[in-house]
């Protein structure tokens, strides 16, 4: 019961937090999988749109950034401190290296701006699977 | 249907209210002891987000370490949020993070933010760009770990914050948290 119960509340946190995660309307945008729903990121997943990993990653146009943010759902589940066992980067690249922060959080929203990794000019935003089972989540990027 | 079964749907319908008041109370992670007892300073007003829909408009600064501002603050629904940008524009967080089921927990004392950076293609390899993030009351120091689970960096925790003004280069393969006498309370995935 206790379990049902959790995964309800889950799920309700995780709608709250897709809606949450959308970024403000501005003048350049990215999605994924789109700006209204949850896609899986997983070691065999890709935009195939030259990100810096062939595969596990999705990444967005190059682009000046302002902010990217990162909608992560319990998926496959929770434990009772809200980790899923999936492991994702998310950050930005450029055509020299990749940088992020890592999270396995489940019902969690975050948000990182170009400069707090130190980049700056044309980027792409990014999300990275780094390891565990594939990450239910949205990701968007606002210019 | 029947006066006697409605009462009865009534009242399992209640109780069933106050079972899932309880149990979100009791299950909410950052309700088990495990705390941060940094209340940090002033609420000051944050602004520069352009987050309309998780709108965060006030935060207290926990810690200037490094050139750096860490924040506690809160969405408008409740929320806990912390937040890291730089020291020379208080008010200004350049990254957010919300975990909706709340930090910390007995079971996850650490909230990272530190960054990460690859340079290869062919690898998942990553070394420490920079070191920050949030600990629970008795962490004393997070380690940062090789591969081979060699500790390559000791953070000490002040203030439920840490902070590293130089990293070493280098795999890095996750961290743990540790008590005062060096005993490993939790590990990151």
Redesign the interface.
Known sequence: MRRILFFVIACACAAAAVALARPAPAAAGWCWPNCLGYGYLGPSTSTNTGCWFSSGEVCSYYGSWFNMGLSKTCYPGCDWNYNTTGVVLYGYENHDRIRGRFTARGAVTLYVQPNELGMSGALRAQVTWYGGPASQLNAGGIG | MSPKLKVALLLVLTTSAVL?GV??RE?G?SHDGARISNAGGPAIAIHG??????TIRSGHVLAVRHGRALYRMQ?A?GTPCFG???AASLGTP?????????FP?S??PVL????????R?DA?D?SL??VEGFAADGVAAVHFLRPNGEVALSVPVSGNVYSAADVPKGSIAGFAAVDKDGKRLWR??
Do not use: I, M, Q, W
């Open positions: 899932t149990l979100v299950g992670a987000l352009r987050l309309k829909l998780a969405l629904n890291a940008g730089p350049g990254s957010v993070v919300c975990p909706h089921g709340g927990s079971g996850d990272d933010l530190s960054v990460y950076e690859g340079t293609r998942r990553f760009f920079r990151s995935p």
